[in-house]
């Protein structure tokens, strides 16, 4: 059993561990991005109701915590400890299951998520398509709990979110297509669906395919940009719980902790997604200029960012630890801060250490340690900046009509998109 | 596929990627399909027999990944499982199950279906009589990675040569059109 573990740990595997059929660390990659992606949900909560808050001009969440950092986990134990209530009149099985299917769709896409060319659960020959697939599983969770609820709005946010998702599947997919497409342009002719393919042909090509045959390449991510936001019902595109026409939509019948998986899928499903995004045109884990900066020496820069991230994010906690009211009152936060910010501390002196140690390009593990740090930390960054914009979307344009939803996803986006793909396939075979 | 990526996989083959416990997966997925497939048919609830279905089609897209047809388990997820059953559930949601739960069953057709099941149960039965005769000696070894390709060669063919299946593949997309258009006249007075 040992010498199994550690097989996988000899510098000659630079696979996955799904395709070196390593089980053990399978399972561990599992919970590695099990518990970071709880975490991501976590800190996305606190920074989606600080910044829209900061997007009006109010202050959000100050009391639990300083700065309402600790607010996440008192909601988190507010809903845990609510009444789980089910209507009289629910479909009891159905009703209770429903949550667990979207929750289960979200989280088994991250199977084939490239965080970098071997960090990754498994490498899917199917990469893509299974990603597509399982995700579209999720809309089965908010159909089936709208019905269950056995209520009118319910009903009506199910029926208006799985017309919604259906529509604009088809422009997201004909989108993902015309990006497939450019992975086949190399001397082989062959393209890839495989997620780290993918990413692989970007590098091999020497370029994001968001700037490939400008300026097609750049419609196609931004139909696809515009079909995720759809895809996980998000604003401007919360049709399914439009909290202003129907209460709460599909889950106005849910509370506590069945409530809280449909958020926990939800922010799951948004990763996922955006993801895809990056895997597909923005490099996946690549640093910015690769070829253009290649040298070791801008290397080695490069892989100074994670530690100086987490440093600046230290020195920010630190200066409003100092700058907390003098008054007893905010002692112990003050502390609690001061305290955070020396975690955060050690954690870029740990990186920057590693960054330093492992400059040289042999194989020894502080080498292999700095380099999936990077990859991991370049995708995490793009994904994050996704994010950002999701709640900047949020916080900036007002919801659509059902039928101007229609129209813009049948009338505008699968024309385009189905044109981008024409115009794709015809440039890629002229310059190939 | 740059060298990098090849001396990858084949060094994944060589480190023993044969699968892991085959029989027990098949009988979980088998089992699974057939007792959901039980479910579709004997619930009087039409979304709950909806669900059965999903269970179904994705116990069945797992059979077909063992047998290393991952690109047919892919479609089959995302064409049946995310496409077609969310359009069923969204018509079953908008019928009123109750009453329709209770209604007796008017139609007169359960002989055709008795005859069908009969003729089914007699094909499987003749199957497994003839036994291992039907089957090839040894397994195809197909690589899983190249299933995708080996498909695309089917349907399109190689540079400069149709493939094997595109008139039949041209066909089935001309059927579907008519479909579409059939549906569209049939809902719209004046187009």
């Known amino acids: ?432 | 596929m740059n060298p990098g990526m090849t001396a990858g996989l084949t060094s994944a083959v060589n480190a023993g990627m044969t699968p892991v416990g085959t029989p027990w997966f098949f009988y979980v997925l088998a089992g699974l399909a057939v007792a959901s497939g039980v479910a579709v048919i004997t619930r009087r609830n039409a979304v709950h027999s909806a669900l059965a279905l999903i269970v179904t089609l994705l116990a069945v897209a797992g059979l077909y990944l063992m047998l290393y047809a991952p690109f047919v388990a892919g479609v089959q997820i995302i064409v049946y499982a995310g496409g077609i059953m969310v359009l069923f559930l969204f018509v079953i949601m908008l019928v009123n199950i109750d009453r329709s739960s209770k209604e007796r069953q008017f139609n007169r057709i359960w002989p055709v279906g008795l005859a069908a099941a009969c003729a089914l149960l007699a094909l499987f039965v003749s199957t497994i009589a003839k036994g291992k005769a039907l089957f090839p000696d040894r397994l195809m070894t197909l690589p899983e990675s190249s299933n995708t390709q080996q498909i695309a060669t089917m349907l399109y063919g190689e540079a400069g040569k149709m493939g094997q299946y595109t008139f039949a593949f041209e066909i089935a997309s001309l059927l579907l059109l008519v479909a579409i258009l059939g549906a569209v006249i049939m809902t719209k007075k004046k187009i």
């Open chain 1, 1 to 432: 059993m040992p010498n199994f573990i550690m097989s996988y740990l000899d510098p000659k595997v630079t696979v996955t561990p799904g395709s070196a059929g390593n089980q053990f660390w399978a399972l561990m990659y599992v919970l590695i991005i099990f518990a970071g992606v709880s975490v991501a949900v976590i800190c996305m909560n606190w920074i989606e109701r600080k910044a829209l808050a900061h997007f009006q001009v109010r202050l959000g969440p100050m009391r639990v915590g300083p700065h309402g950092l600790l607010q996440p986990i008192a909601d988190a134990v507010k809903l845990m400890i609510k009444e789980d209530i089910i209507p009289a009149e629910a479909d009891q099985f159905v009703f209770w299951i429903a949550p667990m299917i979207g929750l289960l769709a979200a989280f088994t896409v991250y199977t084939v998520i490239p965080f970098g060319p071997s960090q990754a659960v498994s490498d899917m020959n199917i990469g893509i398509l299974f990603m597509l697939g399982v995700s579209s599983l999720g809309v089965l969770g908010i159909v089936v709990a709208g019905w269950a609820s056995n209520s009118h709005y319910p009903l009506i946010g199910a029926l208006r979110s799985s017309a919604q998702m259906v529509s604009y599947e088809v422009a997201m997919g004909l989108a993902v297509v015309s990006a497939i497409l450019m992975t086949s342009l190399n001397a082989s002719g062959t393209g890839t669906l495989s997620m780290i393919g993918i990413v692989q042909a970007q590098q091999q090509q020497g370029v994001w395919f968001i700037f490939k045959f400008f300026p097609l390449g750049f419609i196609a991510f931004v139909i696809f940009a515009i079909a995720m936001v759809a895809e996980t019902n998000r604003a401007p595109f919360d049709m399914a719980e439009a909290e202003s026409e129907l209460t709460a939509g599909y889950h106005t019948e849910y509370s506590g902790l069945r409530w809280s998986l449909f958020m926990l899928a939800e922010y799951a499903a948004m990763i996922a997604v955006s993801s895809i995004a990056v895997a597909l045109w923005l490099g996946g884990w690549m640093r910015p200029f690769p070829n253009l900066l290649h040298a070791p020496a801008w290397d080695f820069i490069f892989s100074l960012f994670p530690g100086l991230t987490f440093g600046g994010l230290a020195a920010i906690a630190f200066v409003e630890a100092v700058r907390m009211p003098t008054q007893s009152f905010f002692r112990i936060q003050r502390i609690g801060l001061a305290v955070f910010a020396a975690l955060l501390g050690f954690i870029a002196l740990l990186l920057l250490v590693i960054a330093v140690a492992g400059r040289s390009a042999d194989m020894s593990v502080a080498a292999r340690f700095r380099e999936g740090i990077d990859y991991v930390y370049w995708f995490v960054l793009k994904v994050a900046g996704f994010m950002y914009l999701f709640i900047w979307y949020r916080a900036t344009w007002p919801r659509y009509r059902f039928d101007q939803l229609m129209k813009i996803g049948w009338k505008v986006m699968l024309p385009i998109s189905l044109g981008v793909l024409v115009a794709t396939a015809i440039v890629g075979v002229i310059f190939s």
